[in-house]
């Protein structure tokens, strides 16, 4: 296969075809994210990706999913999403879904008709970065939308009928802003009610602007068992049911899964259990990274 700089995908699309839709992101502005700051950001031709798709068929006998990459795949115009999706249709009859990064810049810029179409050529899953749900957070990140945005953007995908898996990230707001990160999140994740939700927690990047911040004092990091407790509070704050939460990233520090709303006393039982333990103090140790 043909990559062109990093490539990123969600954990769970470890064994699907990747192929890049983009290359980068189109925002490339968040504070935090070191992960496509060498990339011009672009969309390649649509005859570039479907070359891509027939090299794929060369070599896998069968492709259960697709996943189109980089960052914000999805503000690739529709007209063009409805011929690659057409040619995964054809090249890989056996496909059973194809899953996509999807601003919410880029979500709110296709109506409901475009997502329709775009569902019923085999887009069943929209990944979408919510980091936090504060708006202060989120201003300060550079995210470039509000937590107003992210609900409606939110809305938007399940309206259409297309899955979607909505990630967080534990500790974006330092020890300042924890408990209106916790809140917050788990008001707007309770209103966009996301089949998924992917718990991160905050790695410091050099490079980003975070790292700069947090070297000048101006940031302060949560340490594991913070993390915990901003964890907690997100979790007993959360109302959205047939949910499935994972937090079983390699950056977190307690790896929890479970179904909300069935599971939830169980994900804090499990953190409770988690804060008793005292070898988390500042060990970086309990992150499978
Ligand atoms: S976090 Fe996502 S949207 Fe922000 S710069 Fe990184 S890839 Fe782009």
């Known amino acids: 296969m043909r990559y062109e700089g990093r490539l990123y995908r969600p954990p769970s699309e470890a064994y699907s075809l990747i192929v890049q839709a983009t290359i980068g992101c189109s925002h490339n502005k968040c504070t935090f994210c070191s992960m496509y700051k060498e990339d011009k950001f672009r969309i390649r031709p649509t005859e570039e990706i479907i070359e891509d798709l027939l090299l794929g068929r060369k070599h896998y006998k069968k492709i259960k999913r697709v996943f189109l990459a980089d960052g914000d795949a999805l503000i690739i115009k ?99 802003n924890s408990i209106e990160h916790a809140l917050e999140s788990a008001r707007v994740l309770n209103a966009m009610e996301p089949d998924y939700i992917g718990l991160l927690t905050l790695l410091l990047e050099e490079g980003t602007e975070l790292y700069e911040d947090v070297k000048n004092g101006k940031f302060q990091i949560l340490n594991p068992k913070e993390v915990l407790i901003e964890t907690k509070n997100l979790v007993e704050n959360l109302e959205i049911d047939n949910c499935i939460f994972r937090s079983n990233h390699a950056s977190n520090y307690l790896s929890l899964r479970g179904t909300l709303m069935e599971d939830k006393e169980l994900i804090l039982k499990q953190i409770e259990e988690g804060l008793k333990y005292d070898g988390y103090d500042d060990k970086e140790l309990y992150r499978r990274l």
Not at 126 to 133: D, K, P, R, W
Not at 144 to 160: C, H, L, T, Y
């Open 78 to 176: 529709t007209e063009e999403l409805v011929k690659i999706l057409q040619a995964i249709k054809n090249i890989f009859p056996e496909c059973e879904r194809v899953g996509i990064y999807g601003s919410p810049k880029s979500i709110l810029l296709k109506t409901k008709e475009e997502l329709d179409e775009l569902r019923d050529l085999g887009l069943g899953i929209i990944y979408l970065g919510l980091e936090s749900g504060s708006d202060k957070i989120l201003k300060d990140i550079k995210k470039g939308v509000n937590s107003k945005e992210m609900i409606e953007a939110g809305k938007k995908i399940k309206d259409s009928n297309i899955k979607s898996s909505v990630t967080l990230i534990s500790g974006i707001g330092g020890k300042e």
